[in-house]
């Protein structure tokens, strides 16, 4: 059987999308897209951690190496990675030497503030704390580590941490786990 085209049929007679199957179409990709943004949320917060931990790690082993160098912690005087600090372990020691290398803050990647002090990747006003065992008796007692999360006691020579807003609850991100 084969067909025939009639007079009457023309390109103008085929039939397109109605406005109503696009928008229906736009709703669905519309809920697709809200359901996916969770998702990518909470992958952004997890890199975030992470780089956080990595940042933690490398503080403790800029102070390590810092007191190796000289024999004695660094001064922290703030309980903060405050721009004393941060610039005694930079360059701003007796032998000028880099023993740890910071940008400025980037949501993200975190990095110094506006005041030179060393923040995590959340936000530029959550500034790392620092807990020195200055006595080198090899144990804390109750450091406050803030964020709800109240005061502990760790057989630590250096504590490195941050207590990130993450979402609706504070995460507590250590050097020592």
Not at 104 to 114: A, D, E, H, P, Y
Request: charge should be positive.
């Amino acid at each position: 059987m084969q067909f025939k085209a009639t007079p009457k049929m023309t390109l103008k007679n085929l039939r397109a999308f109605t406005l109503i199957e696009l928008l229906v179409v736009i709703a669905i990709i519309a809920i697709l897209a809200g359901l996916l943004f969770p998702a990518a949320q909470s992958a952004l917060n997890s890199a975030k951690k992470t780089t956080a931990k990595n940042q933690i790690v490398q503080i403790a082993t800029a102070i390590t190496a810092y007191e190796t160098e000289y024999g004695c912690l660094p001064t922290n005087s703030s309980g903060q990675m405050d721009s004393a600090t941060v610039g005694q372990l930079m360059t701003n020691n007796p032998r000028s030497i880099s023993f740890l290398e910071v940008s400025s803050w980037k949501l993200g990647k975190g990095g110094t503030n506006s005041s030179g002090a060393l923040c995590d990747p959340f936000s530029n006003t959550n500034v790392y704390s620092v807990a020195l065992d200055t006595n080198y008796a090899n144990f804390q007692s109750n450091v406050a580590l803030g964020g709800g999360f109240g005061s502990t006691n760790l057989p630590k020579h250096i504590m490195v941490w941050s207590t990130p807003l993450v979402g609706k609850t504070n995460v507590l991100i250590n050097s020592w786990d």
